[in-house]
């Protein structure tokens, strides 16, 4: 892998302008009980098997390749998406097998399995961290919002995949993961540099 601070890295988000997009919610076990932890699956940290899950869907719509699932925002993968995951991010990724309603071939869970501590402030729009007169002790230090995202490269190490410290939305690529997702031809996500 090439030095981090010559390599472009992108957040890769949902694309809700997709026309006739599926939503779909929350991933729930096989028996259609919920989950404990919804947010488990997006923490930046690897976990055991959740099982078989199934993902049904909030409203119907065409399938995509790259979506998320539910409040906690789950990435939900198509085989030729995940494949990339497979190949180029094995090590900051992990992926399980979900059954999405209505689909007869296979979907994955993503769990991006790294976290970095990488977020620019002052190359951000905004960079907000809670305080005490927040009102949210617990959540002191944390971000509270984060525009127009950038991260320090020189923090990022060999990381190709990961989540940033602090800001769970943020699903960074690197360039190399990027271009294999847009050659697979990716439906559903698209790529903001940061």
């Known amino acids: ?20 997009r599926w939503y779909m919610a929350a991933p729930t076990l096989s028996d259609g009980q919920c989950l404990e932890d ?4 997006t923490r930046g940290e690897p976990i055991a098997s959740p099982g078989r899950l199934r993902v049904p869907l909030y409203r119907a719509g065409n399938p995509l390749d790259f979506t998320t699932a539910g409040m906690g925002s789950t990435p939900i993968l198509s085989e030729r998406t995940a494949a990339v ?12 097998p979900v059954d999405v309603e209505g689909q007869g071939v296979p979907y994955h869970l993503l769990v991006v399995a790294r976290t970095v501590r990488c977020i620019h402030d ?3 729009e905004e960079a907000r961290y809670f ?7 617990e959540r002191v230090g944390e971000y509270q919002a984060v525009s127009g ?3 320090d490269k020189s923090k990022v190490g060999d990381a190709r995949v990961f989540k940033t410290w602090g800001w769970c939305p943020a699903l960074i ?21 940061v």
């Open 149 to 151: 995202l950038r991260i």
């Open 131 to 137: 305080t005490p007169e927040d009102g949210r002790p």
């Open 38 to 41: 919804l947010w488990v699956f």
């Open 85 to 96: 995951f497979r190949k180029l991010a094995s090590y900051d990724t992990q992926l399980f």
């Open 1 to 20: 892998m090439p030095d981090a601070t010559n390599t472009r890295f992108f957040n890769l988000k949902i694309d809700v302008y997709v026309p006739g």
């Open 122 to 124: 002052e190359a951000c």
């Open 173 to 193: 690529v690197d360039g190399e993961v990027k271009a294999a997702l847009e050659q697979a031809g990716i439906v559903g996500g698209y790529f903001e540099e």
